[in-house]
């Protein structure tokens, strides 16, 4: 194959991969970045009002002053979805934002935390001494996540700032990522560079007839296919066993909000990939459980009635396609599950009365973690039915 050949064959799937985003689209995407967004404080510290656009902008301009050259950036995950299509059947959750950069050496690392919490001095309200204020201060009082990645293939980091209602502001900066998306609907980017440039240079508002370029990509591979994906709510991946615990969480959570597989047959397989990856992650029943708590308290936050179905999703898919556990350790988990599906109710005041309710498993000794001890031992003293065996 000639190098013509090869170059307009690159370029003809670059175009595939990508699509120029409607006004509508680019008005959705304005409000995002215009919206304030409180970043909560612990213990004394103020809330902080940030704006999405201020933040990237500040953080931008000073890693670039600091030797850090950021190639381009981008918004993604659920906030990306909910800009190229408005009603998918949830709220978006995190605000997520890539900052494409080089990060040859584990210095820059130390480097971006220190210009992130630097930048959050800015947006203290007015009468705050800020010359008191570290950085190791900033961290405690406003970051909620700090993740720092550096191997031969994946080199990146992320700090996530609090937000009490589970929208936190994810600044993620990324040399290089294997894998960057769990399912076709979460594989979109959209490059932000043109929005923040008419944020730069232009006072006016943007309208239909006068607004930026903006670019959006899909990592998935094909757009349009992808974005027929989030229309229908269909869902679809590749690879689940490259998805650090397999994408099973995210998997039934889109099952829990009438999204359908593109394929059932196929599914079939791919969920014992999902289980199988879920458990060589997690292998430890403790880690199960607090990635479960974790999961659930980010992604269900005002949603709280959904948890339920989600857990009895979760917990037929671990029950019918894992087959890499032992009976016991199979068991163990599942019961987590059927726990924690129990206290979700009881924390909505949902048990009817003893007799209508039946759950799968004893508590088991092995369950040792004390608010699930504890929890289980206040249960009893209020009368909770008889445990009944499932299988």
Known sequence: MSCTRIFTEQKRKKRKKELVLTWDQVSRLNEVLTEAVPVHGRGNF????????????????????????????????????????????????????????????????????????????????????????????????YVQKLVKVYTEQDRWSLISLSNNNGRNVELKFVDSIRRQFEFSVDSFQIVLDSVLSYYDF???????????????ESM????????????????????????????????CNLLVRDFKPTDEEEFKALERYMCSRFFIDFPDIGDQQRKL??????????????KYDYLMILRRVVNESTVCLMGHERRQTLNLISLTAFRVLAEQ??????????????PAPYVRDLNFSNYYVASCNQSI?????CN
């Open 293 to 306: 708590e974790a999961y659930l308290q980010s992604h269900f936050v005002g949603e709280e009635k959904s």
């Open 46 to 141: 103020p809330t902080l009002e940030v704006r999405l656009k201020d933040i990237v902008q500040m953080v931008r301009v000073r890693l670039e002053q600091r030797g850090i050259t950021v190639k381009d950036v981008r918004l993604n995950g659920s906030t990306a979805s909910h800009v190229l299509v408005q009603d998918i059947g949830w709220s978006y959750k995190d605000l997520d934002v890539i900052f494409r950069v080089d990060l040859p050496r584990e210095e820059e690392f130390q480097l971006i935390k220190d210009v992130v919490l630097g930048t959050l001095l800015d947006f203290l309200p007015e009468g705050v001494n800020k010359e008191k204020i570290t950085p190791m201060t900033l961290k405690e009082a």
């Open 220 to 251: 998935y591979g094909n757009f349009a296919v992808a974005l027929d994906h989030l229309r229908n709510k269909l869902i679809a991946t590749k690879r689940p066993e490259e998805i650090r615990g397999g994408g099973l969480l995210k998997y």
């Open 385 to 389: 039915p008889t445990w009944l065996p």
């Open 349 to 362: 005041n949902a048990i009817p009365d003893a007799s209508s309710v039946t759950c799968y498993y004893q």
């Open 202 to 216: 232009s006072e006016d508002p943007m309208t239909q007839d006068f607004h930026p370029t903006v670019v959006g």
